[in-house]
């Protein structure tokens, strides 16, 4: 580390020494009492300043508001036209040494506070005493004996080497990284870094400066990526593999090829860094591993600059100081679309959520390996690993392994699915390819065919998805996403949470089916045919009746569900989209009132966007049945199917809109016995 300069104001900008290390504005920024949210000092630059006071003067305060703002929730993070911003500074001298820094009226960070013996400012803050020196959070140590322990589970592979992907970062120098080209002729160990990018990286490889990259990376990385090679070192592992480095981002051929081996190279990897609670790839998950940032410090009744010493402060609960601090721990990571498959391909994840580290394999759940703090003695002992299954989807080397039941695969199946519907895909053609690895997996294991999001052996059920509830503002219906990339019959066709549903009438308990005569995909590209698609059909022999029985347009009516104080109840009983009088699903001239009154009309109707809800345009709907019998476990009549619209153009050629799953008082339409089969193609 390079000693600070004789002047310390020379380690911050002419803006800054101008503003917040001016003494008068200092001064007013230290504690004189009780801490509000207004009191401090608070100034305000442009975004644009602050990276030039960093670049030009090497600022060592810009640099840390720019890192606080790196850390910030997806919420509080300025969009692009936020030019300026607020810095409050609250400077603690009392009990805690520390800084508090809050942007735009948001408490982003702080930090602790010392000097070193020497400084005047030891006068007023004091030094740092080894007793209460911090170590970093993360133990490699028991990090690595849990790896080597993972090797004896029944259920866990032994660690073996295997070839490595493409590309992977040469990790034995942390300072110095370098990409390695290995075109998978080389064998070994090797990590990998599941992380939310927040948005462009301004470092990934290209075509450019493949070959400078190759020779060491001689830039600075994003810091989570610079985080994941120093704990990739640290576990004594020469290499790692991470997306935006070890993936030619300006070559869709490099692109669609390593995609397409994205399930090998997240379940053949050493083991999963996953950063569970950084927001974008510059904040980074080891805070407390960087050296602190030195600072000018200017003492009450001295214009004589100082130092201190400011070291980033973990947020955690005390409860060896008498009380607990509440503590908001952020999970980004779980509401990437991406990073669902890179945690259920993983076979062992070190899982980074400061001030926790947890570590997990396919045998046991998740098991505490923080370094103890000498305040928190509850942190002293390792949580007890409780042993889970999701080794049914992986063989082992041991030959140790039993079959899996069909029922197991498709619950586990169910639930990934309800998990992945409900996080975001920043580019909206990945839906499929973001998990095509977790579908190719259960395609070996099940020894099934995937068709665009479905099951070949259970694709009449799969079929009959729903959405859970209107997802978007104020409980209103999303909008279809207006580019192709699934049919309107795959769960991928719209942005919602799903709804799926297990226990309803199946293909054992109807008196009819529709007959499915052919489904077809076409894969973007044939390398992965398990990532985007550009076309496919389903063709049907199939009931098919015009929704309204004067033939003409209509709109749904929707009824908001109920709320529990202030939470919407977000399911599909506790809202209702509404037909018009005279649909063909409800017997003639019926005007049934239900318990709240209103005229009850039919249950089981759930659109799968905005299309077809009031105030959008009225569509010609039609009624598709796939399934019905009657009295279903003496609950009466049902019919399973969809509301269907036809492809302007086209004359047997329909998109789906919503699902019908009518049953509870529901009657035999009075039309359904001699309407004739008809086949229908579903686009």
Known sequence: MTPPPNNPLALVCSACRTGPFSYENFRNAVSKGHYTDTSGYVYTRTWKQIVQSIDKEACAWCRIVRRTRDGLPGDKFPP?????VEVRIQIENGARKGINIYLDGFKAVGYSIWSQPGDAAIKEIGKEFSLFKKEPYADYQRAKE????????????????????????????PSKPRLVETNRKIKGHYCTLSYAWGGEQHQKTTKANLGTYVKGINVPLPQTIADA??????????????DALCIIQDSDEDKVKELADMAHIYSDSYVTISALSAFRADQGFLPDARPPDILPY???????????????????????????????????LDERGWCLQESALAPRRLIFQPPHVSFKCRSF?????????PLDITSQSESTPYPIDDHILFPTNKGTDLTAKESDLRERWRKILWDYSERKITVASDKFVALAGVAEIFERVSKDKYIAGLWKRTFMDDLLWEIWAPAGPEETFLPRPPKYRAPTWSWASVDAKLHLEVYKPTSADASYEAEILACNVTPKNRIHPLGEIVDAKLTLKAKIHPLMRNGKKCTFTVVKGQRFGDRFVSNATTWKCIPPQGNCLEPVGSKKKGDDGDEERVKGITFDSEEGTAPAPPLDFHVLALRAGRKWRNQGDWMQGFLVVRVEGEANQYRRVAKLDLMYEFQWPDWFDATPLKTVVLV
């Open 146 to 173: 849990c790896i080597k322990a993972c090797s004896d589970h029944e259920h866990c592979n032994t660690i073996e080497d295997t070839y490595l992907p493409t590309r992977v970062i040469d990790c034995s120098n």
């Open 80 to 84: 692009a036209d936020k030019q300026d």
């Open 298 to 332: 200017f003492v009450e009744g001295s214009k004589t600059p100082s130092r201190m010493s400011a070291e980033f402060d973990i947020p955690r609960q005390t409860p060896g100081l008498g009380k607990y601090e509440t503590v908001v721990m952020y999970r980004p």
């Open 229 to 242: 090679i120093y704990v990739t070192n640290q576990i004594g592992c020469k290499y790692l593999w991470v």
């Open 365 to 373: 759940g998740e098991r505490n390996i923080t370094r103890p703090t």
